[in-house]
């Protein structure tokens, strides 16, 4: 795990541009620096030593130093690689497992990337053919962005490297923006940045001698065709996946430990981990919460106790008035609530391991979200006439208050009746714009000079399009949506950054993409059944788990957090939003802004989660586009 960085063209011979990249990258790779130059491109790399401790600096070369590389990730099947590529005559520089890369591409070229099954954003130049392939791993845990000027490209692990090369580009995307408030994410190619770019998940760069960057895809999820056996069939068959994954996920030459919130996802991967996988006194860590109704720590301590973890807790008081600008800086883009969780459960593990075991991805293979059933329920509730829906069913619902937590049954009702109107893709989008800015809100804060920019710019589109590239079950449909823009570009964006703001590599074992391929051909009735979710990881968690812990209500602070810390939030509100820079640089407009946030506190509507996006937004704003402090802002 590391930070990488790169210019192809145009190239300072003295190395100080790359040296100010890597020196905003320095807190992913606290033990180490190496650079690379030869005149025609620069590669550099910041390291966080986790194999070869002491062969494995970069960037790597091959024997005649004509092949360069930086990876940023892990290579899980290196040591199967690497025995092939020994038998095949291939000689090795390091033990590092990123060096087979340089080995499969002599062998096999760019199709090198069939091979791979990790975790991995790399950059390699041939020298001798003034040529760089570039890739980012198949569901997009590791970033990659880049810019394409005139005169160079250059690329980095994270948008403030880039930044570092050239202020410049500073100025704001207002279509990043837009997805960003209609979504609570921003996918690829976007990023807040007007000129930065986001390379997508599975997808791979290319650059020819003289030549502009080419992008395509290598890999794609498939859905079909469907497998076939008993429903226990299938579950020794997930079993197995997993623990595969797990033991690929487990190598390392520095101890590695394991997230423990109490959900399903880590308390699942605990408990094989112990049991299946044979790992002693594995090392656990939890934050606990001085809230009840959102503290999962007294399941996370009983799933330890169950498996003999050496476990590691820490109860704290969450509060954003300070932390706020830190989340920001380290995810470069306008945070989420999911970061403050993230940011101090890493920061926790530091002190004790430098490798730590996730459940990222649990939700999107398995159906974990209400969304997944709710839009099922959508489709029925539109068969009901829509005349007697608009004029009886609809006035009735504008009855119930709409004030509270988010997802009240007053609420979800709405939601409901207003997806009953839609299908398809426009209908998944729909189902998470509706808590946040749908277009009329949009329409409403955005000013008449912003929405002339955006033009025609759908920022659902980049749901709706791989909803609606998958034909047949909504189900796969949905799960598919979100494996290619939701999971890279919100919490797996989020796990990365928050991990390596601390010096930390996180792994998703559920994220292995060969698991993910079985999943996505098993059967959607096995995902989502009723209002089951997670109907066949959930009958696999009952070996393991007991039923107090399998079967409790999912917790979780990250969404509740404005009504958690309703306060502070009010201070958060006064000091963002009541003298918005956004409003004085007419981006938005102040009056609907003003309506908001006044109907919120007045609790005639629930508008928690779009004054979060707000308030996110303007803090970014003030620190990545004004130029303020950090300590300014907070």
Same mark, same amino acid.
Not at 104 to 132: C, H, I, T
């Given at each position: 795990?590391?930070?990488?960085?790169?210019?192809?063209?145009?190239?300072?011979?003295?190395?100080?541009?790359?040296?100010?990249?890597?020196?905003?990258?320095?807190?992913?790779?606290? !033990?180490?620096?190496?650079?690379?130059?030869?005149?025609?491109?620069?590669?550099?790399?910041?390291r966080?030593?986790?194999?070869?401790?002491?062969?494995?600096?970069?960037?790597?070369?091959?024997?005649?130093?004509?092949?360069?590389?930086? +990876?940023?990730?892990?290579?899980?099947?290196?040591?199967?690689?690497?025995?092939?590529l020994?038998?095949? #005559?291939?000689?090795?520089?390091?033990h590092?497992? +990123?060096?087979?890369?340089?080995?499969?591409?002599?062998?096999?070229?760019?199709?090198?990337?069939?091979?791979?099954?990790?975790?991995?954003?790399?950059?390699?130049? !041939?020298?001798?053919?003034?040529?760089?392939?570039?890739?980012?791993?198949?569901?997009?845990?590791?970033?990659f962005f880049?810019?394409?000027?005139?005169? *160079?490209?250059?690329?980095g692990?994270?948008?403030?490297?880039?930044?570092?090369?050239?202020?410049?580009?500073?100025?704001?995307?207002?279509?990043?923006?837009?997805?960003?408030?209609?979504?609570?994410?921003?996918?690829?190619?976007?990023?807040?940045y007007?000129?930065?770019?986001?390379?997508?998940?599975?997808?791979?760069?290319?650059?020819?001698?003289?030549g502009?960057?080419?992008?395509?895809?290598?890999?794609?999820?498939?859905?079909?065709?469907?497998?076939?056996?008993?429903?226990?069939?299938?579950? !020794?068959?997930?079993?197995?996946?997993?623990?595969?994954?797990?033991?690929?996920h487990?190598?390392s030459?520095?101890?590695?430990?394991?997230?423990?919130? #109490?959900?399903?996802?880590?308390s699942?991967?605990?408990?094989?981990?112990?049991?299946?996988?044979?790992?002693?006194?594995?090392?656990?860590?939890?934050?606990?919460?001085?809230?009840?109704?959102?503290?999962?720590a007294?399941?996370?301590?009983?799933?330890?106790?169950?498996?003999?973890?050496?476990?590691?807790e820490?109860t704290?008081?969450?509060?954003?008035?300070?932390?706020?600008?830190?989340?920001?800086?380290?995810?470069?883009?306008?945070?989420?609530?999911?970061?403050?969780?993230?940011?101090?459960?890493?920061?926790?593990?530091?002190?004790?391991?430098?490798?730590?075991?996730?459940? !990222?991805?649990?939700?999107?293979?398995?159906?974990?979200?209400?969304?997944?059933?709710?839009?099922?329920?959508?489709?029925?509730?539109?068969?009901?006439?829509?005349?007697?829906?608009?004029?009886?069913?609809?006035p009735? @619902?504008?009855?119930?208050?709409?004030?509270?937590?988010?997802?009240?049954? %007053?609420?979800?009702?709405?939601?409901?009746?207003?997806?009953?109107?839609?299908?398809?893709?426009?209908?998944?989008?729909?189902?998470l714009?509706?808590?946040?800015?749908?277009?009329?809100?949009?329409?409403?804060?955005?000013?008449?000079?912003? *929405?002339?920019?955006? %033009?025609?710019?759908?920022?659902?589109?980049?749901?709706?399009?791989?909803?609606?590239?998958?034909?047949?079950?909504?189900?796969?449909?949905?799960?598919?949506?979100?494996?290619?823009v939701?999971?890279?570009?919100?919490?797996?964006?989020?796990?990365?950054?928050?991990?390596?703001?601390? %010096?930390?590599?996180?792994?998703?074992p559920?994220?292995?993409?060969?698991?993910?391929?079985?999943?996505?051909?098993?059967p959607?009735?096995?995902?989502?059944?009723?209002?089951?979710?997670?109907?066949?990881?959930?009958?696999?968690?009952?070996?393991?788990?007991?039923?107090?812990? @399998?079967?409790?209500?999912?917790?979780?602070?990250?969404?509740?957090?404005?009504?958690?810390?309703?306060?502070?939030?009010?201070?958060?509100?006064?000091?963002?939003l009541?003298?918005s820079?956004?409003?004085?640089?007419?981006?938005?407009?102040?009056?609907?802004?003003?309506?908001?946030?006044?109907?919120?506190?007045?609790?005639?509507?629930?508008?928690?989660?779009?004054?979060?996006l707000?308030?996110?937004?303007?803090?970014?704003?003030?620190?990545?586009?004004? #130029?303020?402090?950090?300590?300014?802002?907070?």
């Open positions: 795990m590391c930070g990488i960085a790169g210019i192809v063209g145009t190239v300072d011979p003295s190395g100080a541009d790359m040296r100010r990249m890597l020196a905003a990258l320095t807190h992913r790779g606290p !033990d180490g620096e190496g650079i690379f130059a030869d005149g025609r491109a620069i590669l550099g790399h910041r966080l030593s986790i194999i070869d401790l002491h062969g494995g600096r970069q960037p790597l070369h091959n024997v005649e130093k004509t092949l360069w590389l930086v +990876c940023n990730g892990e290579i899980y099947n290196y040591q199967e690689l690497r025995a092939e020994i038998a095949d #005559g291939h000689q090795f520089v390091t590092s497992d +990123c060096e087979v890369i340089i080995g499969l591409y002599e062998r096999y070229g760019d199709k090198l990337l069939d091979r791979l099954r990790g975790m991995f954003a790399f950059a390699l130049w !041939d020298s001798r053919e003034q040529r760089m392939l570039a890739a980012r791993d198949h569901l997009g845990q590791k970033p880049y810019i394409d000027q005139k005169d *160079r490209f250059a690329f692990s994270e948008i403030k490297s880039l930044l570092a090369l050239d202020p410049k580009l500073r100025v704001m995307n207002v279509k990043a923006l837009e997805q960003y408030l209609a979504l609570r994410l921003i996918g690829p190619p976007l990023t807040m007007k000129d930065v770019h986001k390379l997508p998940p599975g997808h791979k760069l290319t650059m020819e001698r003289g502009r960057p080419s992008i395509e895809p290598y890999w794609d999820l498939s859905f079909g065709p469907k497998v076939q056996g008993s429903e226990e069939d299938l579950i !020794d068959e997930l079993d197995a996946r997993i623990v595969e994954s797990l033991r690929l487990m190598v030459d520095v101890r590695v430990g394991a997230f423990l919130s #109490g959900g399903l996802d880590s699942l991967l605990v408990a094989m981990l112990s049991k299946r996988v044979g790992v002693q006194n594995l090392p656990t860590f939890t934050i606990g919460l001085p809230y009840q109704r959102f503290d999962e007294p399941y996370a301590r009983a799933v330890a106790k169950m498996y003999g973890t050496e476990h590691h820490l704290i008081n969450p509060s954003l008035t300070e932390i706020l600008p830190d989340l920001i800086y380290h995810l470069d883009e306008p945070s989420d609530p999911l970061s403050l969780c993230a940011y101090h459960v890493s920061r926790f593990a530091r002190q004790t391991v430098k490798v730590v075991i996730g459940g !990222d991805g649990g939700d999107e293979l398995f159906g974990g979200y209400d969304r997944y059933y709710g839009n099922l329920y959508a489709g029925h509730y539109g068969r009901i006439p829509a005349a007697l829906r608009n004029h009886v069913l609809g009735a @619902l504008s009855l119930v208050p709409a004030s509270g937590w988010y997802k009240s049954k %007053g609420n979800q009702m709405r939601w409901l009746h207003r997806l009953s109107f839609l299908s398809g893709g426009e209908r998944y989008a729909a189902s714009s509706y808590f946040y800015f749908d277009k009329a809100m949009r329409d409403s804060l955005l000013s008449a000079r912003t *929405r002339a920019e955006l %033009g025609d710019f759908d920022p659902e589109g980049v749901l709706k399009v791989p909803y609606d590239a998958l034909s047949g079950d909504p189900v796969d449909r949905m799960l598919y949506a979100d494996s290619k939701r999971l890279p570009d919100h919490p797996v964006m989020i796990s990365d950054r928050m991990s390596m703001a601390h %010096g930390v590599e996180a792994r998703s559920f994220m292995d993409h060969r698991l993910a391929e079985f999943t996505a051909k098993l959607s009735s096995l995902k989502v059944r009723g209002r089951t979710l997670r109907y066949i990881q959930r009958k696999l968690a009952a070996r393991y788990l007991t039923p107090e812990i @399998l079967n409790r209500p999912k917790q979780g602070f990250s969404s509740a957090l404005p009504y958690i810390l309703r306060n502070e939030y009010r201070s958060l509100y006064d000091r963002y009541r003298d820079e956004l409003v004085r640089a007419g981006i938005f407009e102040r009056k609907p802004l003003e309506a908001l946030l006044a109907s919120h506190l007045a609790g005639h509507e629930d508008h928690g989660n779009r004054l979060w707000l308030i996110n937004t303007e803090a970014w704003y003030r620190m990545t586009i004004l #130029g303020e402090s950090q300590r300014a802002v907070a």
